[in-house]
Structure formats: structure tokens, C-alpha cells
């Protein structure tokens, strides 16, 4: 609490465009399906926007809520296995849910990676 990590709930930490493919949800496999979402790190979670960037700023409507990922628990890797894309991370969550997020360009998912793991580490001692 009160750390640089203490942000507000309603300001992301930082948010981008990213791909995203849920592969596995309570443990069970899902047919692989790469979307572009934009995505928003919040101290203890990861929020994914179906919607544009400017939508989802603006995103107050019931029923066009965005995905909500609990980073409590969660474990935040590299992955070259999970897919055939480059610069892919492997988000694997307490209740058996697996995401993969990429990004081409490497600084943007790798500065997502330490974000999103750091996030995770921190998230459940509040
Ligand atoms: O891990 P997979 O199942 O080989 O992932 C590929 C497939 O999902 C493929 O779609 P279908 O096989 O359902 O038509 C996608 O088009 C590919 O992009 C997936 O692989 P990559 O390596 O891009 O994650």
C-alpha cells in the first residue's frame, strides 16, 4: 500500500494493443483464436477490451464489459511451445485459465512481460 505499485484501480498501469488467444480455461483446452485486444494492467489484474481504444475509455455500457484476468496466483512465462508466433508470453492463472499475449515488436511485449509479472507477484498480499 502507498508503494508505486498502489495506483489507482481506474488507472491502468499501462495499456496497449496487444494479440491475444485464450488457449485453456479451468483446464480445459480451447481451439486456439488470435484476436487483437487492448489490454490494460491494473495492479492485480489484466483487463482485455473486445472494443477500440477509444471505446473501451469510454466503456460505462452494461453487457460490453471487458475480460477480467485475476493475476493473483497467476504465473507469467516465455513461451516458444504455445505457438509458432514470436515473442509470445504465457499467462497461466490460479483457476486453470492459459492466455498467450504477443506483440512483434519486442520492447512493447517485453516491458508487458515484467509489468504483468511483477503485477502477479505483488497482487495478492492486498
Ligand atoms: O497451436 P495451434 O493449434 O497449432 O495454433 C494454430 C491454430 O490455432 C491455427 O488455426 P486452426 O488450426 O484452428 O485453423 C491458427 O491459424 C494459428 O495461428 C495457430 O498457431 P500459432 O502458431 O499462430 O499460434
Known amino acids: 500500500i502507498g508503494g508505486p505499485g498502489g495506483a489507482e484501480l481506474s488507472v491502468p498501469l499501462q495499456s496497449t494493443y496487444l494479440n491475444k488467444a485464450k488457449i485453456v480455461e479451468g483446464g480445459k483446452k480451447l481451439r486456439k483464436n488470435w484476436t487483437s485486444a487492448w489490454v490494460a494492467l491494473g495492479s492485480d489484474h489484466l483487463l482485455f477490451y473486445?472494443?477500440?481504444?477509444?471505446?473501451?475509455?469510454?466503456?460505462?455500457?452494461p453487457g460490453n464489459r471487458p475480460e477480467e484476468v485475476d493475476l493473483c496466483g497467476a504465473m507469467v512465462e516465455w513461451t516458444k511451445e504455445k505457438s509458432s508466433r514470436k515473442h509470445v508470453i504465457q499467462i497461466t492463472t490460479s483457476v486453470g485459465d492459459e492466455y498467450l499475449l504477443q506483440s512483434d515488436d519486442y520492447p512493447t511485449i517485453s516491458k508487458w512481460?515484467?509489468?504483468i509479472k511483477m503485477a502477479a507477484d505483488r497482487s495478492c498480499s492486498g
Open 113 to 115: 512481460h515484467s509489468a
Open 50 to 61: 473486445k472494443e477500440s481504444k477509444q471505446e473501451a475509455l469510454v466503456n460505462m455500457k
